[in-house]
């Protein structure tokens, strides 16, 4: 990797850094959903130096991290988007069922694939399933009769960065093995574009945070 090619990388890393500021600037003022977006986000500091840790020798192999990664960040947003609906509503029940079928094909896919293995099937089911949460929320935004603006709404810069960051992250996961054996180039330009959109996600997020610094409305 190249040195330029390698500060991108770290650039993209640290970008979570970026919610995790504005979470805390905001703290008090922050409601049950986004704190715990916040901690979160706090645990994913932890896990960008286990990613960097991990791809170096000797191991150079961080997939058992990121496995749990990406169940704790489904968990995590799906109870952002759980929360916006009444107990006992039919969406929400659909919510918290399917987070535990997202375990139970984690398990699958470490079962069948290895721990060692890229999490291709439960990175794919979870990145569809947050971009269709991210779309619903919309859905619900633009049918509301309301006097508010769409970016007064911190649900609506988290529905955002969840379309920018997973909606990359699918079409990057279905497609990642047949580029890496067929077209090595195109998956590492994949990669590339992915590191970009995850730092435009980062900023979308900190604006979510930063909307509690003015007049929450979710």
Known sequence: MTPLRLLYTRVSQASIL???IAGFVNYSRLTLPFRILLYFFVL????????????????KNNMPGLRLY?????????????????????V???IGVNMGVAAIITIIDVLK????????????YTSFFLLLYALHYYYDLFRQESTSLGWEHPM??????????FGGLLFYFLFSNYLL??????????????????VIANCLYAQ?????GKKAII
């Open 18 to 20: 970026l919610p995790v």
């Open 44 to 59: 994913c500091i932890g896990f960008e130096i286990q990613a960097t840790l991990f791809t170096g020798p000797p191991l």
């Open 70 to 90: 990406v169940i704790m960040e489904f968990i995590a947003f799906s109870i952002v988007f759980l929360l916006r609906f009444p107990k006992k509503s039919r």
């Open 92 to 94: 929400r029940i659909l």
């Open 113 to 124: 694939n290895g721990i060692w293995s890229t999490p291709d099937l439960s990175r794919t």
């Open 156 to 165: 609506y810069w988290v529905s955002t960065g969840a379309l920018i960051s």
């Open 181 to 198: 054996t067929k077209e090595a180039h195109l998956e590492t330009l994949s990669l590339f574009i992915f590191q970009g959109a995850n």
């Open 208 to 212: 979510a945070f930063r909307c509690f």
